[in-house]
């Protein structure tokens, strides 16, 4: 749900039975909206490629979605670890018209989605040197404009590129495990 400014009322106010649900709904969207995926079935093969792409295997199944509008803050976060094969990759988070949608906005250009490796090599702290396992994790933070929102909501996908069309290693089992999350702030002022 997206950020809605709560009611307010004055010292000494009785409140009605309806007022107090009301506090309580305003509490909820106070929370934020928060959406999650994890994937434990078995390690991801990325297709080697200097374009901008969906995670192999997962596609746009990884696509998180929360309500929000215009001016909201998200923040998004990865936890994932990405093998030694010797070409460097990088991960960038987009905003997409809808789920399975085409991507809009690119977190790590901050702004409209660029599709070559050349243009940008995605977040600095979610970049994987070859030859060595990274771990990848941290969160980036983005605020929405208009283009991002559809349907009074806003999709979110993980997209990965690399340095040259070798393919690399996304660990995704029971023992290592490959998360992201999102959450909407409402509108925060950063």
Not at 16 to 31: G, K
Not at 130 to 152: M, P, Q, R
Not at 156 to 162: E, I, P, Q
Not at 176 to 188: C, E, K, L, M, T
Request: with cysteine; hydrophobic share 40%.
């Amino acid at each position: 749900m997206p950020w809605q400014d709560p009611d307010t009322f004055t010292s000494g106010q009785v409140l009605t039975a309806a007022q107090m649900n009301e506090i309580s709904n305003d509490l909820t969207v106070l929370r934020g909206d928060y959406a999650k995926y994890r994937r434990t079935a078995g390690n991801v093969t990325l297709t080697g490629t200097t374009t901008w792409s969906t995670l192999t295997t997962i596609g746009t199944a990884a696509d998180l979605t929360l309500a929000a509008a215009s001016g909201d803050v998200i923040e998004f976060s990865v936890s994932l670890l990405v093998g030694q094969e010797a070409v460097n990759s990088g991960f960038d988070v987009v905003t997409c018209n809808g789920p399975g949608g085409s991507p809009i906005n690119s977190v790590a250009y901050d702004g409209a989605y660029q599709s070559a490796w050349t243009t940008h090599q995605g977040m600095s702290g979610w970049l994987c040197f070859g030859s060595a396992f990274v771990s990848a994790s941290g969160s980036v933070f983005y605020k929405l404009v208009a283009g991002d929102i559809v349907s009074n909501a806003v999709t979110l996908r993980l997209l990965y590129a690399m340095g040259a069309a070798t393919n690399k290693t996304l660990y995704a089992g029971t023992q290592i495990p490959f998360d992201i999350w999102a959450r909407n702030h409402g509108p925060v002022e950063i």
